[in-house]
């Protein structure tokens, strides 16, 4: 292959045909050197004045170009290719580059004879580099460094003669030229020059250059100099003004920092200000409606901010809606008597001063007065008051079923019955000077009274014939009486003792209580079938006609004064109204099934107005409404409306014995509790929001056989229950000491987990039970502080470890008692707690400790994480909360409030609220920073508390589930509300 070939450049004065400077003739074995010599040749610059040196005859280029030189390896052939043989001819000079190799390489010694057979034996130049020149010669051919044809002349036919020649060569060996000068000698030999004086010219060129350079460099470095003084003056110039500027920024940073803290310190001021304004807001709406003025409640709820509107302006909101309640009258003297007609037209009030006022109830307008006449107007009201020693006021009112007639009873135990149309007295009887306090029209035609009073006493009186018929004395005196709407049956209740006469009236039926708790009033439904009673602590009781009683709730704080019944289309049924010293109405809707027997009592509504406690009730049994009067000396006219918030649901079918255990289903549609009867313990599973049982599954106990070690008999105690977390299945603990999982779906006993008796021959009951996430495993706690782990495929046991167990104690149960377990939303951590006051958290997998939490003095109940798994709260007997930061192993919040120790801890799956129960009674609402936003009143014992997947919170008690819906009204409906209120 040719070398990439380039215009020549002849020398001076010959014709401008292409030739080469010179072949470079090496073994391929030498490429280096040849590639090396190449470049050095044609590189070379030959200096301007060297022609001066030169012979005449032979100009002097600036290079040397083009250099022949072959780049690959010759095919093994016996002749020259011919592109060799024409370079050789176009080469001025051959330059041999001597080694051993090249001795050995037979294309070589071909270009060398080739070459001095066409005559120009006299241009072959060597360069030495490797081997021994003429070695061959000293019997050491292998370090020969020339070629043959290189030592000996060759004649025209290209054929080696006997005649030795001396080459001119550059030797480049070590300790020989250095490469430089070996390349000059070539050089000087190819351009026919002195090579001393090539030498010194190169030298003084180079001399000339590095002075140039030097120069050059000079200058640069005296510019660079330069320009770094001027940089470095610049510079500190530069540095002193950043220094300047470093300075004014540091400053203005300072007065940032400074704006900042100000507007933060404004911010929280502001944000201080406005919480406190939403408090006092509520507070003052609170008040208001306490005070009885429910128009004025959401005028100051509106102006709450929407993201401060809690669970208390939730209520509020709600009982502020005045729609339900119609201001009717007002009274200078204290009102003691309402009553209303049947279809609600007519409302008749008694007063102190011992005037009957007629009045219509939608308009208030005075239609009439009976009795006392009014005072003169002119009369200043100091000299109007009545003593309370004056033997005036109406202190019992009735209508007759179709409101032609009203009969009044008064202090002085005079009963009266009027004409409503034209207000003329119809009979009289006067009585003992003792006051009757209660009439009503009695009979199947319901032309006699029934009355009765502080004698005692309650009689019948027969207008036509003026006779007197006793029922007989009751053991105090009575504080209410009441007749159905058909006017055959008639309740009475004094003190602790009731009667409920029915026809034939051959006896009474007895209203016993199971414990002493004084009557304070009563109402019977209109067909007769039920009784309902109020009670001094607040209780409202419900009874069957056979005197058996059903349900019992705690509605009012303090003594229910009044109740009447009413027909209510909203709650498709029944409704009892109930008034108290709380200032409160309540309604309760009931009913019963085929047999009589009750089954429930609902509150379906809470009413607010009245300023002061309220004296007197009456319902219109043919409408849903009623009137009441209050020692605030107002009239107000009433409507049922069910509202949103706090409404009770149906619980379980009996009332239950001790501490109910509760769990909600993961879904929140469900929850369960557990029935203790005669017949045995059953799991009953109910549909939150319609309170309907769905399951009810028999928790019997098998092979458990009763010894004198188990005396029990038949009522066993249910001391823990869980939902799996996959809705699946049901886990109860009994007293036997046995874990039972049922599957929901169809009642069926899947497992029974049993562990070891202890000392006494017992196995420790369960007090705690907890699923992992998964629904494979369950954790268990028992009575003596250990816990468990099973595996819910095999029903075997995984590890058991002495959580709160300490050996030294070993003999008071309780003092390792474990009532909580929890496994951690991502189902690697447990957390236990119990009577010792310590929050204990494992691993979930081997059971290994992670964290002890100490800070409570009492026991702790209840100890859950939070969804993100990063704390948890607890509530203890020491009646405080505490929010716990796992990886810092120390509390972060103490909520401090409830008077009573705190039984349950929830929080919401926003992680925003906590709820907490407390036997003080009260369900209280904080933030995650421990502010308290709300307290509920929670009526019962031993509360339970869950918030649903939904953020609705779910309480239960002894007896009963109450739902706190999450929704509050919108910002639309509130400014609805602003628009119509301006």
């Known amino acids: 292959m040719t070398d990439a070939e380039t215009n020549s450049a002849q020398p001076d004065g010959q014709e401008s045909t292409p030739h080469y400077w010179a072949f470079i003739s090496y073994s391929h074995a030498d490429e280096r050197w040849g590639r090396w010599l190449h470049k050095a040749l044609e590189r070379y610059r030959v200096p301007r004045r060297v022609a001066d040196d030169a012979s005449d005859d032979t100009p002097t280029p600036r290079r040397l170009k083009p250099i022949f030189r072959d780049k690959e390896e010759l095919s093994t052939s016996a002749d020259l290719p011919g592109r060799i043989l024409d370079a050789l001819e176009r080469s001025r000079h051959l330059v041999v580059i001597c080694s051993p190799r090249a001795r050995k390489s037979p294309w070589v010694d071909r270009e060398i004879r080739q070459f001095k057979a066409l005559g120009k034996a006299d241009q072959v130049f060597c360069l030495i580099v490797d081997g021994e020149p003429n070695a061959s010669d000293g019997g050491e051919p292998e370090i020969e460094a020339f070629p043959i044809s290189v030592r000996f002349v060759v004649d025209d036919g290209g054929d080696l003669t006997e005649e030795r020649t001396e080459p001119l060569a550059a030797d480049v060996r070590k300790g020989k030229d250095t490469k430089r000068d070996a390349c000059l000698r070539l050089i000087a030999g190819l351009l026919d020059l002195d090579f001393d004086a090539l030498r010194r010219r190169d030298q003084r060129r180079r001399t000339r250059w590095l002075t140039a350079w030097m120069s050059t460099a000079g200058g640069v470095i005296v510019a660079l100099t330069v320009l770094t003084i001027l940089t470095l003056i610049a510079r500190g110039e530069a540095d002193e003004q950043t220094a300047i500027a470093g300075q004014q920024r540091k400053v203005a940073v300072r007065q940032r920092n400074e704006a900042v ?379 049922v409306q069910p509202q949103l918030g706090a409404e009770y649901l149906r619980g379980v079918t009996q009332a239950i014995v001790g501490v109910t255990p509760f769990s909600l289903s993961p879904d929140g549609r469900t929850y369960a509790v557990y029935r203790r009867a005669s017949g045995g313990t059953s799991v009953n599973v109910h549909n939150l929001k319609t309170g309907k049982l769905e399951h009810d599954i028999k928790a019997t106990l098998g092979d458990f056989k009763r010894t004198e070690s188990n005396p029990f008999k038949g009522d066993w105690d249910l001391h823990a229950l869980r939902f799996s977390p996959d809705g699946k299945q049901i886990a109860a603990s009994l007293e036997d000491g046995a874990v039972r999982v049922w599957s929901l779906a169809d009642g069926k006993l899947l497992h029974t987990l049993t562990s070891e008796a202890n000392r006494d021959g017992r196995r420790p009951f369960v007090t705690a039970l907890a699923y992992s996430r998964d629904s494979q495993h369950l954790f268990t706690a028992d009575v003596e502080g250990r816990l468990h782990k099973w595996d819910l495929t095999t029903s075997e046991r995984t590890w058991t470890i002495d959580g709160h167990r300490d050996d030294q104690l070993r003999f008071m149960v309780t003092q390792s008692h474990v009532e909580s377990l929890e496994v951690s939303p991502d189902n690697t951590m447990l957390v236990s707690a119990g009577l010792d006051p310590t929050v204990r958290v494992w691993d979930a997998e081997s059971g290994e400790p992670i964290a002890a939490l100490t800070g409570h003095d009492k026991p702790i109940h209840r100890a859950v994480f939070t969804p993100d798994n990063e704390f948890i709260v607890s509530g203890s007997s020491d009646n405080t909360a505490r929010v716990w930061s796992i990886a810092d192993r120390k509390t972060v919040t103490i909520l401090t409030g409830h008077t009573e120790p705190v039984t349950d801890v929830a929080i919401d799956p926003d992680q925003t609220r906590i709820a907490t129960t407390s036997r003080d009674k009260s369900l209280r609402i904080w933030t995650m920073n421990g502010r308290l936003m709300t307290t509920l009143n929670a009526d019962g014992a031993d509360l339970r508390v869950a918030f649903d997947p939904n953020g609705q919170l779910i309480s239960s008690g002894r007896a009963r589930t109450r739902l706190w819906p999450a929704a509050w009204p919108s910002e639309d409906e509130v400014k609805k509300y602003r628009v119509a209120a301006d």
């Not at 929280?268 to 709406?285: C, D, M, S, V």
């Not at 009439?439 to 009186?461: C, L, M, P």
């Open 261 to 639: 803290n100000q507007r933060g310190i404004a911010e929280r001021r502001a944000e201080t200000i406005r919480q406190e304004l939403a408090i006092n807001l509520i507070a003052l709406a609170d008040s208001e409606l306490r005070n009885g003025n429910a128009g004025g409640v959401r005028p100051l709820l509106a102006d709450v901010p929407a993201d401060l509107r809690g669970w208390d302006w939730h209520r509020l909101w709600h009982d502020g809606d005045v729609s339900a309640a119609t201001h009717v009258s007002e009274s200078d003297y204290d009102l003691l008597a309402v009553a209303c007609t049947r279809d609600g037209k007519l409302v008749a009030v008694g007063d102190r001063w011992g005037s009957i006022r007629l009045r219509e109830r939608v308009t208030g307008k005075l239609v009439a007065t009976f009795g006392r006449p009014p005072p003169a107007s002119d009369i200043p009201m100091h000299r109007r008051r009545v003593m309370p020693f004056e033997p005036f006021g109406v202190s019992a009112l009735a209508f007759s079923p179709n409101g032609a007639q009203l009969v009044s009873g008064d202090r002085e135990g005079n009963l009266r019955i009027w004409n409503v149309a034209d207000q003329q007295r119809v009979a009289e009887v006067k009585g003992s000077r003792l006051a009757i306090t209660h009439v009503a029209f009695f009979g199947e035609r319901q032309n006699t009274i029934a009355y009765s009073g502080a004698d005692q006493h309650t009689r019948i009186w027969h207008p036509a014939t003026e006779r007197l018929h006793s029922f007989g004395s009751m053991n105090a005196r009575v504080s209410a009486l009441d007749v159905s709407a058909d006017g055959r049956s008639l309740v009475t209740v004094a003190g602790n003792q009731g009667r409920l006469v029915m026809p034939p009236y051959q006896e009474a039926v007895e209203l016993s209580l199971p414990f002493f708790n004084s009557f304070t009033s009563a109402a019977i439904s209109p067909d007769g079938e039920f009784v309902c009673t109020g009670h001094e602590d607040g209780a409202v009781y419900l009874w069957n006609k056979t005197g058996r009683l059903g349900k019992l709730a705690f509605g009012h704080k303090g003594a229910v004064t009044a109740m009447a019944f009413i027909k209510s289309p909203l709650t498709h049924g029944q409704v009892v109204v109930s008034a108290g010293q709380d200032k409160v109405l309540k309604a309760w809707s009931i009913g019963a099934d085929r047999k009589g027997i009750l089954f429930s009592l609902r509150n379906v509504a809470t009413l607010h107005g009245h300023a002061q406690p309220i004296v007197g009730l009456a319902g219109a049994l043919s409408q849903d409404v009623f009137v009441t009067c209050a020692a605030d000396r107002t009239i107000k006219s009433w409507s």
